[in-house]
């Protein structure tokens, strides 16, 4: 087979992980196919741009926030669906600079119907991203977001009060994968860096931010958090090591400080790639909580989904060159489970605005005719217990009680 002849292409660094702690192969460490690398691998830097603020727990990040208001903020009041006078929605989507983020946003953009506001934290990629997919100025609006920094996040949400737009739909999409770190990096605050940015960040946005929700009048008001096929052990996907686990939450407990406690949510060692996994397994608790606690009062709809893989984004530009190479070719005729990027953006563009997919709770996922469906969570990823203990931990670490 074609993956094999590429294994055995692998230079000799190259070995067998064995300690892995399912056991069995492990992926740990820049691997692909069971094989890990020795060399360690540096994330590629070309991407950051001058005004990217970069956070580390010693110095807390600084951040500015930049906003670029392309169109006044519209106050025509929404009407229901089917009348001709509906107002443009405003849609936030977070890490709209790339990827599923990106293509969704050119998606809703190309409706006319959605103004949508670009919440990044490098402003000049964001900016010359949405030219390249032909977005035109008076569909979106870019602000300053990093969600590594509690700070920034505050600030975001400040900047956006102060527009005065209505906020109808909330896109908690941006994510960071270190799948080739073998120590853990922090965030500004000195939480692990992937539950910290796509965990932590995302859960204060969207508290802080409830309350806009609340008071937009649009017919369809929508919270959706990206969540993800790897985050499920009850798939093929979601049993290639490491697993998710987040085990009984004593690292998050402890705040992920890797100090005086574990970098990992379970307490276990440092490993970048379960702790993407385990971020996902957060977000798709969260959407769930949520739900539970707001879904009836506030006729909110919140909803997560995983939009097929996009081997081709800017989440795996820490993997290994190799990795990146074949990637999309396994997705496409092993797996079959590759989706464009365009493709997968329209799918995450019918959760935000399909009259069909209103159904709060749920995790959608989209069969092989591109038919969307309610898919089934893993145990963990739909342990209501759990989903509760991981909400209150995470007010505490975020500063919400
Ligand atoms: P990309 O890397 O292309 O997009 C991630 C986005 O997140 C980028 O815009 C990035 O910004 C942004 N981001 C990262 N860190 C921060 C931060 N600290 N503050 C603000 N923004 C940040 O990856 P994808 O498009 O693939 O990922 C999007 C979502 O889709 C993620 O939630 C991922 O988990 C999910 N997903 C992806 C799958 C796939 O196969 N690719 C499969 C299933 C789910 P910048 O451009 O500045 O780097
Ligand atoms: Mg996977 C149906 C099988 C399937 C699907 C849909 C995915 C999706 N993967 C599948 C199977 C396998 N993967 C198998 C059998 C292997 C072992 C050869 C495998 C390996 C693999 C690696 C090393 N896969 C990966 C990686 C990554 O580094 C990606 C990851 O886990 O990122 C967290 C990944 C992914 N596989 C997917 C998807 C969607 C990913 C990207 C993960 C995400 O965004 O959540």
Not at 24 to 32: P, Q, R, T, V
Not at 287 to 302: A, N, V
Not at 356 to 371: E, F, H, I, P, R
């Amino acid at each position: 087979m074609a993956l094999q002849a590429a294994a055995a292409l692998l230079p000799p660094t190259f070995s067998i992980h064995k300690e892995g702690k399912s056991g069995g192969a492990s992926l740990k460490d820049s691997s692909f196919f069971g094989v890990s690398i020795s060399d360690h691998v540096k994330a590629d830097s070309a991407l950051k741009t001058k005004i990217e603020f970069i956070s580390s727990r010693k110095s807390p990040t600084t951040v500015r926030v930049q906003a670029v208001a392309t169109t006044a903020p519209t106050s025509t009041p929404a009407t229901f669906q089917g009348k001709k006078t509906l107002r443009k929605g405003t849609v936030i989507i977070t890490g709209a600079s790339s990827g599923l983020g990106l293509a969704t946003a050119k998606s809703l953009a190309e409706t006319g119907k959605w103004h949508i506001i670009m919440a990044c934290r490098d402003f000049l990629k964001a900016e010359k991203a949405a030219k390249s997919v032909g977005m035109s100025k008076e569909n979106y609006t870019i602000m300053h977001l990093d969600l590594s920094s509690l700070d920034s996040v505050r600030q975001f949400v400040d900047n956006f009060k102060r527009s005065n737009r209505p906020l109808d739909v909330l896109v908690c999409n941006a994510a960071v994968y270190q799948p080739t770190a073998r120590e853990p990096s922090f965030t500004a605050d000195g939480f692990e860096l992937s539950v910290g940015t796509n965990h932590l960040g995302h859960f204060l946005l969207s508290r802080l931010l409830l309350d806009d929700m609340k008071q937009s009048d649009y017919p369809s008001k929508r919270l959706i958090i990206v969540g993800s096929i790897t985050g499920n052990t009850n798939t093929l996907a979601g049993n290639v090591p490491p697993k998710a686990n987040l085990g009984d939450v004593r690292g998050l407990q402890g705040g992920l400080n890797g100090l005086n406690t574990s970098s990992m949510i379970d307490g276990g060692d440092f490993d970048g790639a379960k702790a993407y996994k385990d971020s996902k397994v957060c977000n798709m608790l969260t959407m769930q909580e949520f739900h539970r606690r707001y879904h009836e009062d506030t006729g909110i709809t919140f909803a997560s989904l995983y939009p097929g893989c996009i081997a081709t984004t800017g989440l795996f530009r820490e993997h290994i060159p190799l990795f990146r190479l074949l990637f999309p070719t396994f997705q496409k005729y092993v797996t079959k489970g590759f989706v464009s990027e365009e493709e997968a953006g329209k799918r995450l563009a019918q959760v935000v605005s399909d009259p069909s997919l209103t159904k709060s709770g749920v995790y959608w996922s989209w069969n092989k005719d591109s038919a969307s469906f309610e898919n089934q969570l893993s145990q963990e990823a739909s342990d209501a217990d759990k989903a509760r203990k991981v909400w209150e931990i995470s007010e505490k670490l975020v500063g919400l009680s």
